[in-house]
């Protein structure tokens, strides 16, 4: 195997590197051969509440291309038979390992942010935007707080009631702005 590519050099088609990712406690270590198949951000509700986040960014590999390499037995699973996808965590944190899909049976899909280099592909695709949380952070300036290092908050506008009237964005408010 080839050690991981420099930043900023673009993957060759030919190309395959092994990148390591872990669980919180460091009991399940896993592997990908990249660059990983595809990568994209999240919205659905199962996948906040699995998450516990507005969404969760995830990477793609082929079934082949994915290893557990440490901490099997360390692994536990849940299959939702309503929606016939089955979800793997660690045991002894309850980090989540791997999302998979029954009509899908060839492919895994890990969260990104298990891995700490690169994985050969940026998300450029959001599933389930229609389920978009209206408290989800999009971008808005944030400016650092007062006494806190390493905190930025939105500052608050003039009108007290932003929130709570905040446009709904979506594809069915007509795009986004």
């Not at 299959?79 to 029954?102: H, I, N, Q, W």
């Amino acid at each position: 195997m080839r050690k991981a590519a420099i930043l900023g050099k673009p993957w060759e088609a030919s190309e395959t590197t092994a990148v390591a990712g872990q669980c919180l406690c460091g009991a399940v270590e896993i592997e990908i051969d990249a660059p990983a198949r595809w990568a994209w951000h999240d919205h659905s509700s199962a996948t906040r509440r699995v998450h516990g986040a507005a969404y969760a960014t995830y990477v793609g590999s082929w079934r082949r291309r994915f290893r557990v390499t440490r901490g099997q037995a360390d692994i536990t699973r849940f299959k939702d038979e309503a929606t016939g996808t089955t979800r793997s965590f660690c045991a002894r944190c309850g980090t989540p390992l791997v999302y998979e899909r029954a009509r899908s049976a060839h492919m895994v899909n890990i969260p990104r942010a298990l891995f700490t280099g690169r994985t050969g592909r940026e998300p450029r695709y959001h599933v389930a935007i229609d389920q978009l949380q209206d408290w989800t952070y999009l971008g808005e300036p944030l400016v650092p707080l007062k006494g806190f290092p390493g905190v930025v908050w939105e500052r608050p506008t003039r009108n007290p009631t932003r929130n709570s009237t905040r446009k709904k964005r979506g594809p069915s408010s007509g795009g986004w702005s």
